[in-house]
């Protein structure tokens, strides 16, 4: 038995005894449910509330309240009430095209949704540990590999906002003593994810082209290499820096590989067995691309233990396996 093993079953016996509450905002979105699923295996006695603006959840859960965090007398309320011993902050307008259409309620929503969080568990004199989840889009254009002491160059109105909410959790442990720790989370893909994004939009199309319903690929620039992790494994790193982080640290969750686009879209033809035709569709490219985004992280396996336990292929071929089944 591994110490991550000891570890999560002293959890889920301490979970048993307690009633260890968990909050999860942003529950309804990609990763909310992974990390639900997660916590209902390792500690199917603890307590879940899941949050979202979304007027229902997507999928079964045993609670569940439609709020709108920006609220800061309902969050508080609602914070009050619940006393959750841990908060997992997902939500977030995570869109870095829609940062720049609206930047101003970019910011003000993940800035203000952290700082509401925060007066509450002050205010209310909880005793909760929250994960803040950052984004790799706050190192900008930085050498590669990306570690936590590298200086932040935010490159956008989303980045600028997660290294503000950053900045908001680091004075709260510093100042007002917030059990809170960080990250700052590279891709992260597989199964139910959105096709709005651009590993399960090409899958779904190399699914069609299979299944005889298309007859070309259309993409950006397939030459951009990026750091994609199993949504699996974030969620066993994020469950890890919320028990045994440290106060006010930030941690890089990824792979520590980079991939080319034009490698996995080879990948998956051979899963599949097929050979695409392949087009670039001039509304798919973006200006400035970043070239290649790829993160260290030693500091997660050395200071939290975690090992990633899925390689991209699987990845890839659940997704797959998902889409057409």
Avoid at 79 to 88: G, L, N, Q, T, W
Avoid at 163 to 168: A, H, I
Wanted: with cysteine; charged share 20%.
């Amino acid at each position: 038995m591994t110490k991550n093993d000891k570890e999560l079953i002293f959890n889920s016996q301490e979970s048993y005894c307690k009633g260890v509450k968990y909050l999860i905002t942003g529950v309804d979105g990609f990763v909310g449910q992974y990390f639900v699923e997660y916590v209902q295996k390792y500690e199917p006695n603890a307590e879940i509330l899941g949050v979202d603006i979304a007027p229902n959840c997507h999928f079964p859960i045993q609670k569940y309240n439609s709020l709108n965090l920006m609220d800061k007398k309902a969050t508080s309320d609602m914070m009050r009430e619940f006393a959750p011993d841990y908060i997992v902050h997902l939500a977030s307008i995570s869109s870095v095209g829609y940062s720049w259409r609206e930047p101003v309620k970019c910011f003000e929503n993940n800035t203000s949704i952290m700082l509401n969080i925060l007066e509450a568990i002050v205010q209310n004199k909880l005793k909760t540990r929250v994960l803040s989840i950052g984004s790799s889009e706050e190192y900008g254009n930085i050498p590669m590999p990306m570690t936590e002491d590298m200086p932040l160059n935010p490159q956008n109105p989303y980045a600028v906002a997660k290294v503000s909410q950053e900045l908001l959790g680091k004075l709260y442990a510093q100042s007002m003593g917030v059990e809170i720790v960080m990250t700052r989370s590279f891709n992260h893909i597989g199964p139910r994810q959105s096709e709005r994004f651009v590993i399960p939009s090409f899958m779904r199309q190399l699914v069609n082209i299979r299944q005889g319903a298309e007859n070309k690929m259309l993409v950006g620039n397939i030459s951009v290499a990026r750091d994609f992790s199993d949504v699996r494994d974030v969620v066993d790193a994020y469950y890890k820096i919320l028990h045994n982080g440290q106060k006010g640290e930030v941690y890089n969750v990824c792979s520590g590989h980079a991939y080319q686009l034009h490698e996995i879209i080879t990948m998956a033809e051979e899963i599949l067995d097929i050979k695409v035709h392949v087009e670039v569709d001039a509304e798919r490219l973006r200006p400035n691309d970043v070239m290649l985004i790829l993160g260290d992280n030693t500091k997660l396996r050395t200071e939290i233990g975690w090992q990633p336990q899925y390689e991209i292929k699987q990845t890839i071929t659940d997704i797959l396996n998902s889409m057409r089944g």
